[in-house]
């Protein structure tokens, strides 16, 4: 039997009728007003999307299905001897709001080495792509290369698809790309930076493992990075460009592919998950200006010299988050249980205490401490991947978790295309001015 197909079959006809109830009970209340400012800064504050599987406090940060990373770690399943959450065992909560038994954490296992294989083809298609691409560039033509066996988009083509059952397709659709994500993944590594020596799965390996075994890297604390990496980075609430715009063009019932392909482009924005690459870049760019050991002092003027540039400092601040990323906190906390005399993770470390106060002169910035990026590269770096420009590629790998967990119930809720307004200069000008 298919023990999460079933799960989500007796679930969501509950999930339903409970948001006929909100919409019955609140439909008519308002969330918040929008002022010009909002529309033309990005819409920060503007409360719009209805996004059920993760939420982001400003202060406290993010929770999956109402469990913060502390609480994950906590819970979840882990390897053994190991101390970080498995991805597989996250999936299940994202999509069912409970903690998996063992046995369901096991059959999304199976199901994810039952469906992980490439064929010929996308092998090909992959090792054929032109090297000089950015690695992101290759995940999502390769995303959107996979598109050819989108079940959701022949079911619709052929008529077959009745509305009830779009979320069954998309169901589907999610477990074949997030099984593939981390093998399509790995190929571009080795095609791009390895010259195409592949190595092939080990499915004796959970599945976060697994992608680190096929990237080169067999310790076990490499391991345990991944496993860590690929669930805290799973999902950000609905808001963020990636999972938005994963959201934003599943509403027009494209699938799961051409979706999340879209959002992978966003993601490869420097504002946003390329901000990793970014980081690693700065870091060892300081090493390589200011030497070995840096002072506070000459951290601050690097800080300022970069703002001075025009440039942001990569990693510092966050659209919504308002104090540490509990994300970054917890990339901190493995580093100091795992990671010693590594000069780079110490210079991450000074960072943290040099960095915010500076920011915090700067007034027009509203966050001045670390977000997720700050930290990730430098992990990975220890571990061997020393690759920045790739580092966005492991981001996207875990944001597919999210992403797609998200549509199957954005399909199963039966949400409409999003469509909302926009306003012109003239239009303020007519509303608001005096005549
Ligand atoms: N360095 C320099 N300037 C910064 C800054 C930083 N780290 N963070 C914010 N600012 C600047 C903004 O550029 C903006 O300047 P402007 O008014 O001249 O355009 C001003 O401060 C106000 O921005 P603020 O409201 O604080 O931040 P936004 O919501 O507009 O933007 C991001 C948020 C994350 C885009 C911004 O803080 C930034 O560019 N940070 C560096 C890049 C980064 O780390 N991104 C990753 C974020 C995240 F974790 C992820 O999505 O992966």
């Not at 882990?78 to 096991?106: H, I, R, V």
């Not at 990496?229 to 019932?253: F, P």
């Not at 998950?273 to 690097?302: C, F, M, P, T």
Request: glycine share 6%.
């Amino acid at each position: 039997s298919n023990l999460l197909k079933d799960r989500l079959r007796e679930i969501i006809p509950i999930k339903q009728a409970l948001l006929r109830d909100i919409r019955k009970q609140y439909g008519q209340k308002e969330i918040c007003k929008v002022t010009v400012d909002q529309a033309i800064g990005g819409m920060r504050n503007v409360f719009g999307l209805f996004y059920d599987i993760s939420l982001l406090d400003s202060k406290t940060g993010i929770t999956f299905r109402d469990y913060n990373i502390p609480e994950i770690q906590e819970y979840l399943q882990k390897a053994k001897n190991g101390n970080e959450p498995l991805p597989e065992a996250l999936f299940w909560l994202l999509l069912t709001g409970d903690f998996p038994s063992d046995q369901e954490f096991k059959f999304v296992q199976e199901e994810w080495r039952r469906r992980g294989e490439l064929d010929q083809e996308t092998i090909k298609f992959i090792t054929s792509l032109p090297k000089q691409l950015h690695p992101m560039t290759m995940l999502s033509s390769s995303i959107l290369y996979l598109q050819k066996d989108s079940t959701f988009q022949k079911a619709y083509e052929s008529g077959k698809a009745s509305k009830p059952q779009y979320w069954e397709y998309y169901y589907e659709d999610a477990m074949d790309l997030v099984a593939k994500i981390p093998r399509v993944a790995a190929l571009i590594y080795r095609h791009k930076y390895k010259n195409g020596d592949l190595i092939s799965s080990d499915n004796s390996l959970d599945w976060a493992a697994n992608y680190s075994h096929m990237m080169g890297f067999n310790q076990f604390d490499a391991y345990e990075l991944f496993r860590m990496y690929l669930s805290i980075h799973a999902d950000h609430e609905g808001g963020n460009v990636s999972a938005h715009a994963t959201h934003l063009v599943g509403s027009a019932l494209a699938d799961q592919y051409l979706s999340y392909s879209a959002g992978i482009n966003g993601l490869a924005g420097p504002l946003h998950g390329l901000a990793n690459q970014e980081v690693l870049k700065w870091l060892i760019e300081i090493r390589e200006k200011l030497g070995d050991k840096v002072s506070n002092e000459k951290i601050q003027e690097y800080v300022l010299n970069t703002i001075r540039e025009g440039r942001v400092v990569p990693g510092y601040g966050h659209a919504v988050l308002r104090n540490t990323d509990p994300r970054y906190i917890h990339q901190k906390n493995f580093a100091e249980r795992l990671i010693k005399n590594d000069p780079l993770v110490e210079l991450v470390k000074q960072c943290y205490h040099v960095i915010p106060p500076v920011l915090k002169t700067i007034g027009k910035i509203q966050n001045p401490w670390p977000n997720v990026d700050a930290h990730s590269g430098v992990l990975l770096n220890h571990y061997g991947l020393k690759e920045f420009e790739y580092y966005t590629v492991v981001f996207a790998v875990s944001r597919a978790l999210g992403c797609t967990a998200n549509l199957v119930w954005a399909r199963a809720f039966g949400l409409p295309i999003e469509r909302p307004g926009s306003i012109t200069m003239r239009w303020i000008e007519e509303k608001f001015g005096e005549n």
